[in-house]
């Protein structure tokens, strides 16, 4: 009854896009107190007003993402906490993860002081996203840090310096998320509208995807960097990258080098590919 409706008189007035997303929801009833029955993202985006859902549409790939991690005992690092329209603002994705994930401890990173967040599982620093220092202290401290998610000052070089200095010092089995990536289009954020500029968050996004395969088209001897060897997984939404961290140790599918294949090489030893 409820999706007639819906298709009656909400899609008509919707554009096609929107409809299609919100077709991909599926439809709860609202569990009264004693149900049992715990509420999903989109719900407490809502209840605690975060732009993750409303003004974005991330909620629903958060969920798929994370779900598993929901009953389990770990940490999630945001870098951004939000609210600088005015004073004692902020914090509400960090509500939103605080309820989701009941065990688990809620850290925030924010350039101004966003101390008043602060309570039982949520814990704000104060500091650059830049800052190596700070971002090492953070992990050290971390118990078993295994989310990680940039929603800071969305300049492409800040996401870029970020994920080089941060991605390095995380554990295997991280999920290392990146918002708003349609600042990577925009030059007042540093980006650009040509798609084959260097120095953007989604150029980077498409090396990595090509790193995931760096065995199908390198030479024997090639030393992989770092994220080709550490990338096991990117899934890409709009304005919104997904990132898994892992043991990228597959061989290549074609089998070992044929000889004819291994003079091809050593006839042009610079010619053999890779990522930066």
Known sequence: MIRELAVRHVK?????????????????RRPSPDSGVRPGLTELAVKYGTDKWGRHRYTPHYEFHLSHLKDESFTLLEIGIGGYQ???????????????FGHAQILGLDIEDKSFVNEDRIRAYQGSQVDTTLLRNIVRDATNLRV???DGSHRNEHVLQTFAELFPMLPDDVIYIIEDTETSYREEYGGSRDLAARGTTMNMVKGLLDGLNYV?????????SYTERHVVGVHAYHNLVVIEKGLND????????TPEELAAVAANPDDVGGVE
């Open 12 to 28: 008509p007035l919707v554009p096609a896009r929107v409809w299609q997303t919100l077709r991909r929801i599926p439809h709860k």
């Open 216 to 224: 199908e088209y390198t030479g024997p001897g090639y030393q992989p």
């Open 250 to 257: 597959e061989e290549r599918s074609r089998g070992p080098f």
């Open 86 to 100: 005015r004073k004692q603002a902020g914090g509400a994705s960090l509500r939103m993860w605080k309820e989701y």
């Open 148 to 150: 990680v998610i940039d």
